[in-house]
Structure formats: structure tokens, C-alpha cells
């Protein structure tokens, strides 16, 4: 519900002014004044009557206006109303000067000295007003927001906000009793941007914008491009200084431009935040982000994952979102530290080897009234038709990517992590609800666009600005496209008509295998051609392979428990499923919890089952993961064509009867490797597997070893080729296929 706009005052036995225009001084303390920088402060009288001072200051009982440079020299400021406004006519000056104010509160015997906020100029400079009406303003978050400045020798903090149809934007804090009528922004009219310095307020300042909109409604809004917030039902925003913190990345920084990750290994291990680990013999409170600096990331290291991916880590109010409705698209989450804290964990990732992506959101926005929403009382970010603004499943708005201040705001975003964090990616979430106008929608609930079809045009065209800005900006970094349609190009050059992303996430691969894999092996048969479609279009996109939160959440169970049969059953389905996850083509992807089979569906508000690690088939499952990754970094053949087609070929894929398939993988420079995967519980003893090449074939992968808790089938460490051909190719093996398990060979 809105606030209620104060009232106007009443004068009751105020000095008179010859200077200051009645209706003016009402304007003022009522709030009201259309130009308060116009009126307030100090300017010169007409006729060169010298210099009036004018202040609005409802909580002094007395008022000096007092020289900057000669703090003796003071002249006294007449009450004019009762509701706190002030003037200082000073006769002898003829122009004006540097002052402070010097005050002495109600309720108070203290004085105040201070600078008067409207004694200053425009805070934003002709260009950055008009960079940002054109939607060019790439590095707004240099500008808006809170900064601290400093104007000759008066420190404080600046304030800067988009706000084009509220019809009077203030700042209110700590620092002035959270009294919208002190500290009235001055409105940019050309560009909507409201603006104000603040003398003398510093970092760790608590405030928010007080907002008058069109219809007279008062309201408080958290600032949109603030650094550092509250969170949860307080919502206030901070003042952060972001130029404090010294990284100590630069060699990763430097190695990273020159990242070709297309034709390198990227294993990826998928991280919420607040439920990876807690700490319960302190009430079950979250990890802060300097003790996931060191219990996290070692952990990571030791797994051998090339990246870390966060789950939403941008401010936002409800745990249970899972941060997916985003509350500051400029602030990391105050519930695990400070922007610098945060700023430390990714340091420490890049200081052993290890890349961070962000999650990030936008598709869509929450209706919390202190956030984004109705912004100046108008549809400012969202659309104001709910066919076209409005996610009815998701309780959330859309994004306006066709207002350039809006599609600027998020681009700039974008770019503010990578610049201001060092962060090496971000996950687009949810790029099929954006680029659909009827996605999720009945008929008759969509409008479509100006050719009436159902692409929206503006998504797809602010898609295509946000990935170029980003790889211009920032060489070697990553853009996902978490994207489950079959839109064409999602990571193909925009030059060729794609959306230009690096990667996207294949969800039908996911879909599908583990489709199959929930299947008995005694119906595995029927079903064969799910686990061998991914082939088919495995090449369309750059694809990575996803086991993401989506698949442990809702009633969908651990993968652990999607696996059938008994404990053991469960423990080699799951082995032989990764291991094929590893040797397919496509880059990887692994949500927290799956790596040492977590058994428990994933709960947000609870620790991952760290104590299943004391049973010997998780220790076995987590040993495998750090092996498949090590193997997966080393061997050429298994990253290095990924995206290509000369870098797979089949030598089985018809064996349904026996649920068995094997394949080949090769790397630019012809190494090479064979793998053959046996998705049933019996045994294959002189299984023939052909292979193109003659020599000796290195067993590297046996998901059936005994030290992943395995039955110990093998292959002896290795294997001869014979001579003959076998399944199209030139020679063969004959091998023993353990059961439910993935083996695969380099040849020497």
C-alpha cells in the first residue's frame, strides 16, 4: 500500500520575505516544488541586491548560513514558516560563494555543521545523460547508483536514479531521518534521471528513494543499481565502496583472454550457496563467502572441475526463489557477506584454476513492491499489458527489451559482473521464456509481434546486443543459454543470424537419459533410442551436457534414487551413467550433491548428506567424478573436437537386444579413444569391440573397478588389438563388458 503524501503546512507567525515568493516556500515545505535546485540554496538577487540563502531544514531551531573559508564569518537565517524553511539575505555580497550551514535541532543542544546539498551542480555530465536516453550507456553502474565524490574539499555520496514519470524523487537514509521532504533529487528532464550530492554521507549508509508518483501516491523503492543490500523483509539499500578491494588474479586474468574454451575441457559444478554446506552446531546458520573461499573452493580443486557455476547469487528477498527472482541486478547477496567478501571468494576460485558463472536472470523480475516493479508508479521496466508483462506461472514481470533504458540496465549488468567481480560467464536463465511471446500462454493470452508471429523481436534483439557486448568487452569468458525449445542458432554468431551465445544447455539430452536411465535393464531394450538421439543433433549447438538443480527438485528425486534396482544396482547405474556423461560429446555440467550420490531430493533450506561419505559406495561415486575429471582434462580426444563432428564416430549403436553401444572419440591430432557401455546387469565376456587402428589399447575408464566399489571386471589394464574387421572397422578387441558399467580405451 502507498504512503500517504504529507500536507501542506500552515504558516503561524513567520518573518516575511521580499525575496522568497510565498507560493515558492509552500511548494517547498509541502514537498511540491516542481525545481527545488531552482529555489533552494544560495542565489543572487536580482538588481544586484546581493545573495539570498534559502533552506528547508523542518528539524533546526536556529539557522546560520557560515563562510567556508572564514568559519568566523556567519550571517543568521530568518524562520519564514513554522514548517522550517529559512532564508539568509546577504547584502553586501555580489556573487556567489562557498558556504556551510550551521544548525542547532529541536531536539538536540549539539550544533551541525554541514555543506548544503543544493549549493551543488549536476552530478551526471552532459554525455552520460545522453548515452543512457539512447540506451548506450554501457557502464552505468560507473554514474547511477550511490558513489562517494569528492567537490573541492567536501566529501560525501552522489544519488542517481531513473524515475521519468514520478513527480518528485527523494533520498532517504540514515543520514536525515528517512524524511523524503529534505533531500528533493534533482530531475534531468532529458533523459528521466533524478540526481543529488550529499555532503558529508558516507559508506555503510542505509536508504532508499522516496517516490511521488503521477497520481500523487508516496512510496519507498531499494535503488536498482545499488552495490550492497539488505535482504529479506529489510530492504533497505547500502552505500558500498567498490574501489577498496586489491585482486590478486592477474595471471588468471591474463590467461583467460586468451581462453579458447570451445577446444578445452569445461567440467562445471553446479553451487547453491546457502544449502552446499551449514554450520548446525551454530544454528544451522549459512557458510559466509570467506569460509566457502577456502572450504568450497579447496573442495572444487580437489574435484578437478574447471568452473564453478552459482546459482543466483544477486540480491533477492525470498529463499525459496532460490534467487531467481532477482531484487538488485547490481548487489551479490548479503546473506553470506559483503560485495568484498564476495569479491574474495572468486579470487580464491581463480587463484587455484577454477572459472565462476553467475547465474543469471533476466527474463523476469518479482512484484515485491520495494524492487522493480511500478517503479515510479508507472510500468517502467515491465510492460504494462500483462499478455505481454506479466509470467502468470511464475508470479513474476517481464522485462521491456524494447525500451532502450531497460535492454541498457540489463546489459550493463551483465557487463558490471564481469567488470567489477572478474566473473568469467554468465548462465542466461530461461532465454526460451523470453524469446516466446506465447511461452507458457494460451491462445488469446499472447500478443504477437508486428508480423504476427510469436518470436518477440525485442528479446531476441537485445539477446543478440547483451552476448556482443559481453565477448567484445571481455575475450575468453562463457555465455550459457539455459534454452529448452528448437530455436536455431542459440549459440551461433549473431553475424549469421544466431543469438550469439557460446554455449547452450542440452536439455533434451538430459531428458532423454535420464528417461532411459530410470528404466529397468530388462526394459532398456524397448527404449534404446533415447539413449542414442542425442547423435543426431549433438552438433546443431555448442552444447553442454547438464544433470542441473531442475532434475533433483519438485518430487523428481536424487538422481541417486532415480536409478532402479537395489543399493548396489543404484551405485552402478549411477557410475556407468557419468562416465558416459563424460565420454559423450559436449562440455559438463554437475549439480552439487550428484558427485558423491546424494540421496535426499535437494532442499534449499537444508546441508547436502555430507555423512553418506562415510559409506563406501558415495566415497566410491565421488572418487569416480574427480577420476572422470582428471581423465576428461588430459585426454585431447575427449574435448577437444566437442563441437564437431570429426570428433565422434559410432562403432555400435543397433544392439538394443543387449543394451550395449560403444563409440569412438578423436582430437585434432588423432588420438584416440573407445568406449563401450553396457546398460544391463549381465556380464559380456569376449565382447567384440571394433576399432579402426592396430596396437596396444589402455584400459583408462572401468566404472567396475574395485576401487570405485565394483564387482572388478576388467580388462587386465589393457588390451591388443586383433586383426579382422568388426563393426565397420579395420580390427577388433575382444573384451570382457562388466555389467551396468562404462569401460573406455586410449590406444597407446
Known sequence: MALKAKKKSKKQGASKSKFSHPDEVEAIVAADHGNPFAFLGMHEIEGGGGVVVRVFQPY???????RASAPDESWEAHRIDEGGFFEAVIAEEK?????????VPWDEKREISEADPYSFGTVLGEQDVHYFAEGRHRQLYEQFGAHGKTYGDVTGMSFVVWAPNARRVSVVGDFNRWDGRLHIMRKRVEAGVWEIFLPEVDYGAHYKFEIVGEDGSLFLKSDPVAFFSQHGTQTASITFDLKKYRWQDGEWMKKRAKNDLYHEPVSIYEVHLGSWARVPEEGDRFLTYREMAERLVEYVARLGFTHIELMPINEFPYDGSWGYQVGSYFAPTSRFGNPDEFRHFVDCCHQRGIGVILDWVPAHFPKDSHALARFDGTELYEHRDPREGEHRDWGTLIFNYGRNEVANFLIASALFWMDQYHIDGLRVDAVASMIYR?????????????HGGRENLEAIEFLRHLNEACY?????????AEESTAFTGVSRPTSTGGLGFGFKWNMGWMHDFLEYMQEDPVHRKYHHGEATFSMIYAYHENFILVLSHDEVVHGKQSLWNKMPGDRWQKCANLKMFYAWMFVHPGKKLLFMGAEFGQTHEWNHETSLDWHLLQYPEHQALQKLVRDLNRIYKEEPALHDLDHEGAGFAWIEHGDAENSCF?????????DLMVFAVNATPVPRIGYRLGVPEAGFYDEVINTDSEVYAGGNL???GGLHSRDGGWQGQAHHLELTLPPLATIGFRLR
Request: a positive charge; proline letters at 4%.
Open 60 to 66: 533546526a531551531k536556529s539557522m546560520q548560513v557560515v
Open 714 to 716: 576388467g580388462n587386465h
Open 438 to 450: 506465447d511461452y507458457s500462454r494460451k491462445e488469446g493470452e499472447w500478443i504477437p509481434n508486428q
Open 662 to 670: 560403444a563409440f569412438l572419440r578423436r582430437s585434432r591430432d588423432g
Open 472 to 480: 567484445d568487452r571481455y575475450p575468453g569468458i562463457m555465455m550459457l
Open 95 to 103: 556573487a556567489i560563494f562557498d558556504y556551510r550551514l550551521k544548525w
